[in-house]
């Protein structure tokens, strides 16, 4: 059964850094794209990042490029979302993504808080 698990959220001071981890299991993971997303209180879900099964094409939403970076090792089956030079609008869970078969799968999410 496919488990996308994230972990690395917490609370953070405006300007500060976090680095989130998802541990994929389940599926063959260095075959597919993976992704990011937030979604903050009363907001809808966001994409924000994503990167491609070896790493070759990664994309980010404007509000975050030059502050975070994804980045995968496919030897641990993980994924990772570097943030840097946080700001209280990046309040939110934070979710890892996959989209395999027509299907898009999600872990539980992880809570991120930007505030003084």
């Known amino acids: 059964q496919l488990h996308l698990v994230e972990s ?7 300007g500060g ?7 994929a299991s389940g599926f063959t993971f260095s075959n597919y794209g993976m992704s990011w997303y937030r979604q ?5 879900r966001e ?22 970076y994804i980045s995968r090792d496919n ?3 993980t994924v990772y979302l570097g943030m840097k030079n946080l700001k209280p609008e990046d309040t939110a869970v ?6 395999i078969q027509r299907l898009r799968y999600w872990g539980q999410g992880t809570q991120v808080t930007v505030s003084s």
């Open 8 to 14: 690395g959220g917490g609370l953070v001071q405006p």
């Open 17 to 23: 850094s976090l680095r989130l981890s998802c541990a």
């Open 40 to 44: 903050a209180p009363g907001e809808e």
């Open 47 to 68: 994409w924000v990042a994503e990167i491609s099964s070896g790493s070759g094409v990664i994309r980010y939403t404007d509000p975050v490029k030059g502050r975070f």
């Open 75 to 77: 030897a641990k089956n």
């Open 94 to 99: 934070y979710f890892c993504s996959t989209f």
